[in-house]
């Protein structure tokens, strides 16, 4: 088969990137662990208040500087509505819907997730810098959409 | 008939040689390397922000 020179050019490129981002989705995903928001964790979003996590959302301490915030997301706020952390900890979010789909998004960072009913939405971030951290639904989710936010307080050392 | 044939595919191939692919590969190119970029670039925003 006769393929012309800068066909072969084009070929080689598109065939190199493909193979260079495919590397880099798998280096993340296997080797650092990156995983999508929802970890396939699921929970049963109509009895949230009988759930043994859920019941009672909030923020726990796994270690020196290791906290899990559990919370509810739920038209048109977060439950709870305000955590206080210390500078330099690191935050495991683990939220769910009581209702509708919502977003759980901390600007300027990298967690920006959905919020889906049934399902255990989670990620982490590390909080280094101290101050008042806004969280706001990214999500359409009723009129009182533009009201639902939380916040975050990083309080120094 | 044959002749005619012979002239024709003759003419056919060279109008293929005579078509140039250096625009396209020029366009191919500068648009795969401003995928690329944008691809860096978000990338690089997503590790500085983690």
């Not at chain 1, 796994?62 to 935050?91: C, H, K, M």
């Not at chain 1, 982490?124 to 009201?147: A, M, R």
């Not at chain 2, 396209?24 to 978000?42: D, E, H, K, N």
Request: include cysteine.
């Amino acid at each position: 088969m006769h393929i012309h020179k800068y066909e072969k050019i084009w070929l080689i490129f598109g065939v190199g990137s493909l193979v260079l981002f495919l590397g880099v989705i798998g280096v993340a995903a296997f080797a650092f662990g990156h995983q999508p928001p929802s970890h396939m964790a699921t929970v049963d979003a109509e009895n949230l208040d009988q759930d043994p996590v859920f019941s009672e959302p909030g923020l726990t301490k796994i270690d020196e500087s290791t906290y899990r915030a559990t919370l509810v997301a739920q038209a048109f706020g977060y439950n709870p509505n305000r955590i206080e952390v210390p500078e330099g900890s690191t935050v495991l979010f683990e939220v769910t819907s009581a209702d509708v789909v919502h977003s759980f998004t901390i600007p300027g960072t990298n967690v920006n997730f959905m919020v889906t009913p049934g399902h255990v939405n989670m990620a982490e971030h590390t909080f280094n810098e101290p101050g008042e951290y806004l969280v706001l639904c990214n999500e359409y989710c009723g009129t009182g959409h533009h009201y639902m936010s939380m916040t975050i307080e990083v309080v120094p050392r | 008939m044959s002749e005619m044939n012979k002239q024709k595919s003759k003419s056919h191939t060279s109008g293929e040689n005579h078509t140039s692919l250096k625009t396209t590969l020029i366009f191919t190119m500068t648009l795969g390397v401003l995928i690329l970029l944008s691809w860096f670039a978000v990338f690089f925003l997503f590790l500085e922000r983690s």
